[in-house]
Each structure stands twice: as C-alpha cells, then as structure tokens.
C-alpha cells in the first residue's frame, strides 16, 4: 500500500510521466541517454527524477550557514515543499574539505541503482554488501512495482551552487560565460544578443569540451557525472532564483 501511494505521487496524474518524456524526446540529454530506447518503448516504467542544491545562512551574519542537497520527481504532483526530500544538510563553517565530494559519491552510486532497478550487491566504494542488505542484493526496488525506474534529468539550484558542484569553468567571472555554448561577457560572442542570428547561436559545447576543461584546470570530475545517462544540458538554473 505504501509503495503503491509512493509510486503515484512521484508519477503525478496520469499520463504525465508520458508527456514529460516526449516534450524531452528531441533534448540532447536524452537524445544521448543509454535507456532512451527503452523509456521510449515504455515511458510509464521511468520517472524522471531532479536534484535540487542551495545554500543558505542561518542568520544575518552567515550569508553561508548550511549547503542543502535534496531530491525530488519532475513530475510529482505534490506541493514543493513535500515533494523535495532532503539528501543532506551541511553546516558549511564545519565542513571538511572532501566532505560534500564524498557524500556525492554515494548520491551518484544511490540514484544509479534507482535507474538500475534493483538492490546493488556493493555499496559506493564497491565493497560487498553483508548481512540484511546482502540478501536483497538483485531483487526488485519495489517489488510490486518490478518494472519501475527512476531516471535523473535534471540539476538545479542557483549559478554559484551550480559552478561550485559542477566545477563550471564558465561563470560571469571568466570571458566566456555560459557551460552551454561560447556565449561572452563583451565581444562578437555577447551573452546579451538574444536574437536568432545572435553569433553564439549554434556554438554548444560538448560534454568533451566540458570534461577536458576541467582536465586543462587540473581538476577532479565532479563525483555527479557517474551518474548513469548524465549530459551537462541536465544542469540547469532553478527557476526559484530568475530574476
């Protein structure tokens, strides 16, 4: 009965797990995605799933009190504030220096199992699960529910998380200014030309171009990308933080 109710809410009314992948079926995300043949075939089988991240103080003197990291459906027809489940809160004056990157290596090993279906037979670290967790191991997530996945599509949260968790070479403080194309601040590239003909249009980066930048700034990947399926179209600015 729980999974039933569980499996609803994250679905939202009927058929719009269905609308949501075909209004993305010509996205590049998904266009690369290793299971687009299968949400395809069966789109009711995959929910579409989002991470949400933010910090925030705790009070006027700490404009960075706690980093929060939550999870939630693109379709869950519930109010956003029961819809986002917390992943973890970090008070960030305490953080050690790999704390954040090491618990998103167990988000990336989580949500992979949730696109595999079924209970892993290692942990993050890749080390065999004992005990309770062991005896699951290849059985169903939700047994009444078998065929049911859960896909990520979607990073949001303002650009300073996002560029701080995704390592964005590009921000408002370097010359090129977009992840997404060759967009600048001034130049023939101006991120402020919206028109069709604008010369940024048409000049995407690729998820090479965006792994050798951070190899070219002697930077780690972030723990994120392991995500099965993941693209960095899949990071986008939470609406919460337009102007």
């Known amino acids: 009965h729980h999974a039933d109710h569980f499996v609803s809410k994250m679905q939202g009314p009927p058929g719009l797990v269905k609308k949501f992948w075909s209004a993305h079926r010509s996205e590049r995300w998904m266009h690369e995605h290793p299971l687009r043949r299968e949400v395809e075939e069966h789109p009711e089988n995959f929910i579409p799933l989002r991470l949400w991240g933010d910090d925030s103080g705790i009070n006027n003197k700490q404009t960075r009190g706690i980093r929060v990291l939550s999870w939630s459906s693109a379709?869950?027809?519930?109010?956003?504030?029961?819809?986002?489940?917390?992943?973890?809160?970090?008070?960030?004056?305490?953080?050690?220096?790999?704390?954040?990157?090491?618990?998103?290596?167990?988000?990336?090993?989580?949500?992979?199992?949730l696109i595999i279906g079924i209970f892993p037979t290692t942990d993050h670290q890749m080390k065999p699960l004992r005990g309770a967790r062991a005896k699951l191991a290849g059985k169903p997530l939700v047994e009444?529910?078998?065929?049911?996945?859960?896909?990520?599509?979607?990073?949001?949260?303002?650009?300073?998380?996002?560029?701080?968790?995704?390592?964005?070479?590009?921000?408002?403080?370097?010359?090129?200014?977009?992840?997404?194309?060759?967009?600048?601040?001034?130049?023939?590239?101006?991120?402020?030309?919206?028109?069709?003909?604008a010369p940024r249009v048409g000049t995407e980066r690729t998820m090479v171009e965006y792994l050798q930048s951070l190899a070219?700034?002697?930077?780690?990947?972030?723990?994120?990308?392991?995500?099965?399926?993941?693209?960095?179209?899949?990071?986008?600015?939470d609406a919460l933080h337009d102007d």
């Open 144 to 197: 009444a529910h078998a065929a049911m996945r859960g896909i990520f599509c979607q990073a949001a949260g303002d650009w300073k998380y996002l560029k701080e968790t995704w390592k964005l070479p590009q921000s408002w403080g370097t010359p090129l200014v977009c992840h997404e194309c060759h967009a600048e601040l001034d130049g023939d590239m101006n991120y402020a030309d919206a028109s069709p003909t």
């Open 75 to 113: 379709t869950c027809s519930l109010p956003s504030l029961e819809a986002k489940m917390a992943i973890y809160f970090l008070q960030v004056q305490k953080m050690l220096p790999d704390s954040e990157q090491d618990l998103h290596k167990v988000v990336a090993w989580s949500l992979n199992c």
């Open 216 to 237: 070219d700034m002697g930077l780690d990947y972030p723990p994120l990308i392991a995500i099965i399926g993941f693209c960095k179209s899949m990071i986008i600015d």
